[in-house]
């Protein structure tokens, strides 16, 4: 008798035209009073792993389905992505300007990607995510 066993997760993933896979990313922080981190990767290893059938349960659903909202949420302690206000445009009134601004993988992504940062934003919000499966021994 076979003793091994797998344990069936899925990676929510979708294919970018310059990067190729990229992945979701999370990180639970709350055993040190500290926000979760939501992120975008194209490393296998540090995708967030889901049960297969998230989308199903109540619970699961209703904290990830907005995943890539909370990558773009510049209020949110922690995140790659900001928006800061810049000197007065004197072209524009001497309004502020507002700018977007990327740090971490997400900057390193979007660099490699070619695309502006409104590009990316934009690609990030309608591409298709899937899941995938992630398959592990156990």
Known sequence: MNANAFKSEVLVSSSHPVLGRVYWSF???GDCNYPDYYGI???REFAMRLPQGWRDHDYLHWAHRSHVYKVFD???FGSDYALEWGEAAPD???QPVQYQRLKGTLA???SRSGQSIEEF???MFHADWQDVPY???V
């Open 121 to 123: 934003r934009y690609w």
């Open 41 to 43: 990767t194209d490393s």
């Open 27 to 29: 990180v639970w922080n």
């Open 92 to 94: 524009n009134d001497d």
């Open 108 to 110: 390193n992504l979007q």
């Open 74 to 76: 510049p209020d949110s």
């Open 135 to 137: 398959l592990q021994l």
